[in-house]
């Protein structure tokens, strides 16, 4: 009953986004490559709701399945002319396979993170993109899908996007420390690196790789790292008025930990709301 109530609770959140979206307007002088290049801006002035479904195969000690939606609000704030803050938050809808026989599958909400850059409003030169700040993590999980110790830690991004250039690339990172022990899941201190290229073609088309790459800082040595290659793509469309970033690729971990996944499956659809 509770795994039933919550996916009507997402669904409906989805439905209600979606029709709000559907009646927003767009800015249509934007063409379909302009409004890539400004969805692959992880501190572009632009709000936008992105869905990213990440299916991991062969987790945990079973090989089970385990699939997590990431909701992904992104919403800027203009500090004054020159200055921008977007807040990026993921808050993660979990389906989590059983690890040994007999004890079930879980379904509930991960813990959230909510990060916040301080960004220039305008390029730097040669097309250089920054934004700085701090990343908290929130123990909202259910169904034990989490920690409960609240995490703090920094957050940076660099990037190059050049108008006239089909290229944009750069890296976010951050790593979050526990700001406690008490609660369960204990003390973590966990690193995240994301490395994007996106190669832009023509109608708003892109090729593009953007591995997460994970360390937890806390685990035995040979088991800290997650290191993924693979490849996506990517195109612009429109519903009705709104604009539309559909994404979809497949990574696989060259580096994991014994009961990390091998495969990942992403997926994502991102509503983009243009000033």
């Excluded at 992880?42 to 939606?69: A, D, E, K």
């Excluded at 500090?79 to 040994?100: A, C, G, H, K, Y």
């Excluded at 490849?231 to 559909?246: D, E, R, T």
């Amino acid at each position: 009953m509770k795994h039933t109530t919550l996916a009507r609770r997402a669904a409906a959140a989805g439905a209600l986004a979606a029709a709000l979206a559907a009646s927003a307007p767009a800015r249509a002088e934007l063409t379909a490559e302009q409004l890539a290049k400004l969805a692959q801006n992880p501190v572009g002035n632009l709000v936008s709701l992105p869905l990213q479904n990440n299916t991991n195969f062969n987790t945990g000690p079973l090989n089970g399945t385990q699939n997590v939606l990431n909701i992904q609000p992104v919403i800027p704030f203009e500090l004054s002319p020159d200055w921008n803050l977007i807040t990026r938050t993921i808050l993660p809808l979990i389906w989590q396979p059983e690890f040994v026989p007999g004890q079930g599958s879980r379904f509930g909400l991960g813990d959230l993170q909510l990060s916040s850059f301080v960004s220039p409003a305008k390029p730097g030169a040669n097309g250089l993109i920054w934004g700085a700040g701090a990343i908290v993590q929130a123990p909202t999980d259910t169904n034990d899908l989490g920690n409960k110790n609240w995490g703090l830690g920094p957050t940076a991004v660099l990037l190059r996007l050049k108008p006239g250039d089909p290229w944009v690339y750069g890296a976010l990172v951050n790593n979050v420390w526990s700001l406690s022990s008490s609660g369960r899941g204990g003390s973590y201190n966990n690193f995240l690196i994301q490395p994007f290229v996106n190669y832009n073609l023509p109608g708003g088309t892109y090729i593009d790789t953007v591995p997460i790459i994970t360390a937890d800082w806390k685990a035995d040595s040979g088991q800290q790292w997650t290191v993924p290659l693979g490849l996506g793509v990517g195109h612009i469309f429109h519903f009705g008025k709104l604009p539309v970033n559909a994404q979809l690729g497949g990574y696989y971990n060259v580096v994991r930990p014994d009961n990390g996944p091998n495969w990942q499956l992403r997926a994502q659809v991102q509503l983009m709301f243009p000033k």
